[in-house]
T-cell receptor
Framework: AQKITQTQPGMFVQEKEAVTLDCTYDTSDPSYGLFWYKQPSSGEMIFLIYQGSYDQQNATEGRYSLNFQKARKSANLVISASQLGDSAMYFCAMSFGWDTGRRALTFGSGTRLQVQP | ETGVTQTPRHLVMGMTNKKSLKCEQHLGHNAMYWYKQSAKKPLELMFVYNFKEQTENNSVPSRFSPECPNSSHLFLHLHTLQPEDSALYLC?????????????FGQGTRLTVV
């Protein structure tokens, strides 16, 4: 069965510093997609970054980068130069059965990030 | 128009009531989803619709009844719910088979069953 594990319920980081949010996954599927979403207190899920299982290079989107280690089945999110507005819940998610076109998501339990001034 | 719109934003209903949640997407996507976010559980996939046909039902109790009249609209009909069904219900859409196919979410409906 596919499973996503986020072991950090909460994290603190100082403004302007970098922070790494951990994510490990378990799947026997050869093809899958990995995603990170941000959920502010308003409730909406905001897409941050995507990594395909076949991608050789780590994904980057502005201040977000994904540290993808396929052999370890980990997909950690790195946020550089943290800002106060980054305070939110962060979810790692995976879509398996990628080659069939399936894009439904399985989520981890989330990490609450608090950025301190 | 925002990408994915959900109404209502908040709903309080009794256990004997019938209500419906509505979701509309303006992104031209071919897939729509219902997710449930409870206080002490990760987001759970409930239903998947692809080109308005249901392709996945994640063992959801029959008191939740989805409807997808077209690729842009998705409903969740609720009847005889239990207090433990209180949660944030999130609708999402995506383009299946697209390279990344990231899902875009609505702001959710906060449901309280009393």
């Amino acid at each position: 069965a596919q499973k996503i594990t986020q072991t950090q319920p909460g994290m603190f980081v100082q403004e302007k510093e970098a922070v790494t949010l951990d994510c490990t996954y378990d799947t026997s599927d050869p093809s899958y997609g990995l995603f990170w979403y941000k959920q502010p207190s308003s409730g909406e899920m905001i897409f941050l970054i995507y990594q395909g299982s076949y991608d050789q290079q780590n994904a980057t989107e502005g201040r977000y980068s994904l540290n993808f280690q396929k052999a370890r089945k980990s997909a950690n999110l790195v946020i550089s130069a943290s800002q106060l507005g980054d305070s939110a819940m962060y979810f790692c998610a995976m879509s398996f059965g990628w080659d069939t076109g399936r894009r439904a998501l399985t989520f981890g339990s989330g990490t609450r990030l608090q950025v301190q001034p | 128009e925002t990408g994915v719109t959900q109404t209502p934003r908040h709903l309080v209903m009794g256990m004997t009531n019938k209500k419906s949640l509505k979701c509309e997407q303006h992104l031209g996507h071919n897939a729509m989803y219902w997710y449930k976010q409870s206080a002490k559980k990760p987001l759970e996939l409930m239903f998947v619709y692809n080109f308005k046909e249901q392709t996945e039902n994640n063992s959801v109790p029959s008191r939740f009844s989805p409807e997808c009249p077209n690729s842009s609209h998705l409903f969740l009909h609720l009847h005889t719910l239990q207090p433990e069904d209180s949660a944030l219900y999130l609708c999402a859409s995506s383009q299946e088979a697209e390279v990344s196919g990231e899902a875009f979410f609505g702001q959710g409906t906060r449901l309280t069953v009393v």
